[in-house]
């Protein structure tokens, strides 16, 4: 069976220091990988998502990059923080074109400070 | 932004009670809806999906209708249980990409 690992579960950082969040899948060849961020009480913000190896589409203008060195490998990366990076930020995967439901990872509790 | 919005933010439900949540999207291009519930500190967990050809799928305690005419979606638990309680929200998708409304917080009460 599929299995999604994201890590850390909870993170602290200091504005202006770099950030680098992993997630990997298993079980599964080429699916479409997937950052959200989810602010408190708010829905998911789709940040970037890829369909193949180095492929990478970027929803939104911001001061984070993603990367997608090995098929099953997704990194989301900063090199300086804000203090309005923090929040919930959600991996997931999916496979097929779109018509498939994604699934999540448990999330990374960013806070910067 | 938030292509897809929710007509209630909480719901209050008591137990063995049916739950109905609703939902509007704003895209008619979108082909593809799904319904996830989220437990605090978790990410969001499948609950069911329709495609745009249907406009009715039904699950284990839960079914999900489309309306395309007015873009609406509701998802409607039977029975409700205190393990119910968490945010749902409604998805559509387009090309790949998975846009989510606010969210839908429903409390079971006993």
């Known amino acids: 069976s599929q299995t999604i690992h994201q890590w850390p579960a909870t993170l602290v950082q200091p504005v202006g220091s770099p950030l680098s969040l992993e997630c990997t899948v298993e079980g599964t060849s080429n699916p479409n990988l997937y950052w959200y961020r989810q602010a408190a009480g708010r829905g998911l913000q789709l940040l970037f998502y890829s369909v193949g190896i180095g492929q990478i589409s970027s929803e939104v203008p911001q001061n984070l990059s993603a990367s997608r060195p090995q098929d099953r490998q997704f990194i989301l990366s900063s090199k300086k923080l804000l203090l309005s990076d923090s929040g919930f930020y959600l991996c997931a995967w999916s496979v097929g074109q779109g018509d498939s439901p994604l699934h999540f990872g448990n999330g990374t509790r960013l806070t910067v400070t | 932004g938030e292509s897809v919005g929710l007509h209630l933010p909480t719901l209050s439900v008591q137990e063995g009670d049916n739950s109905i949540i609703n939902c509007a999207y704003s895209?008619?291009?979108?082909?593809?809806f799904i319904w996830y519930k989220q437990e605090s500190g978790k990410g969001p967990q499948f609950i069911i999906d329709i495609r745009s050809n249907m406009d009715k799928r039904q699950g284990q305690r839960v079914t999900v209708l489309l309306n395309k005419t007015v873009k609406h979606l509701s998802l409607q638990i039977a029975a409700t249980q205190p393990g119910d309680s968490a945010v749902y929200f409604c998805?559509?998708?387009?090309?790949?990409?998975?846009?989510f409304g606010a969210g839908t917080t429903v409390t079971v009460r006993a």
């Open positions: 895209n008619s291009a979108s082909d593809y």
């Open positions: 998805a559509e998708s387009l090309d790949y990409k998975l846009s």
